[in-house]
């Protein structure tokens, strides 16, 4: 995963079976996940958060649209 405007790295990790992605609370357009990150050259254990800037049409929820993109990969 990529930084929308600077294209710098900002995740490197593997989507496994049973990763959960969870709703974060506070803001409904925004959806957090656990994983083990490498995108600075050394493994951590990692939380990380995707934010949208609105939520795309055909998905009622951006947690079902983080959904759709690990069963994808």
């Keep these: 995963m990529r930084q929308s405007k600077t294209l710098k ?8 079976p049973g990763m959960s992605v969870q709703e974060h609370v506070g ?15 050394e493994l951590k254990d990692e939380l990380f958060c995707i934010r949208f800037a609105s939520i795309e049409s ?16």
Excluded: T
């Design 58 to 73: 055909g998905y009622a929820h951006p947690l079902d649209l983080v959904m759709q993109w690990f069963l994808s990969c």
């Design 9 to 16: 790295i900002c995740a490197n990790h593997f989507v496994k």
């Design 27 to 41: 803001n409904e357009k925004s959806c957090v996940w656990h994983a083990r990150d490498f995108a600075d050259g």
